[in-house]
């Protein structure tokens, strides 16, 4: 198994331009997350899906839009990209509830400039 | 929302010592989760906790899950160059799907 998957894993964008970053995973799991990095701030929770057509806002959503047409993908937009949005963006996945562990990506580093 | 507190925010040590941080929440949190990240990678699970007092270890680190749910500390003994990184604790926000980070602890090992 591949695990979580991301691409790209860096991107310059210029402001206002749009963009998507790729999210998929191979271990059949029904609950997607995507987070972002900011330094000495830890990850905070943009968008998760518990299964293929549902998707619910986290703590930072604005900005950014989600869908979720298959298990597999989680694709994360950015529509109008601003430097505030200038971070790194992981995906992470888990089978479901039951107290089960996030198994990460390895991050896309996105600059807004 | 909740929030974990984590502490201390970073720490630099010298190889061979015996290391502690803690995490605390002004709710209960009924899963403790402790996840470290490597430079230029996500984060990677260690240990998870599930019941209040439980006591668990993975090779050098220990973590327990308070008895009051509201903490959990991580503990790694013997500390070697390769613990470098940052240290998250993390937990489901009021039970439900979405997983809530604290703001980690930076570690850096001096050999």
């Known amino acids: 198994n591949a695990g979580v998957t991301q691409t790209p894993k860096f991107r310059i964008l210029k402001i206002g331009q749009s963009m998507t970053l790729q999210c998929a995973q191979d271990m059949n799991h029904n609950y997607m997350y995507w987070y972002r990095q900011d330094p000495g701030m830890g990850l905070k929770l943009i968008y998760y899906?518990?299964?293929?057509?549902?998707?619910d806002k986290g703590e930072v959503p604005n900005g950014y839009n989600v869908s979720r047409s298959t298990t597999e993908y989680f694709p994360l937009r950015l529509e109008l990209a601003a430097p505030s949005q200038t971070s790194v963006y992981f995906c992470a996945s888990r089978p479901g509830p039951n107290n089960s562990p996030l198994h990460f990506g390895n991050g896309t580093r996105l600059t807004v400039t | 929302g909740q929030q974990l507190n984590q502490s201390p925010q970073s720490m630099f040590i010298q190889e061979g010592e015996d290391v502690s941080m803690n995490c605390t929440s002004s709710?209960?949190?009924?899963?403790w989760l402790w996840y470290k990240q490597d430079p230029g990678e996500g984060p990677v699970l260690l240990i998870a906790l599930y019941k209040a007092g439980e006591l668990t270890s993975n090779g050098r680190l220990t973590a327990q899950f308070g008895i009051t749910r509201k903490d959990s500390f991580l503990n790694i003994s013997a500390s070697i160059p390769s613990d470098v990184g940052i240290y998250f604790c993390?937990?489901?926000?009021?039970?439900?799907?979405?997983?809530?980070f604290g703001k980690g602890t930076k570690l850096t090992v001096n050999p």
């Open positions: 709710s209960i949190f009924n899963t």
């Open positions: 993390a937990g489901p926000q009021g039970g439900s799907e979405k997983l809530v």
């Open positions: 899906s518990v299964g293929a057509g549902i998707t």
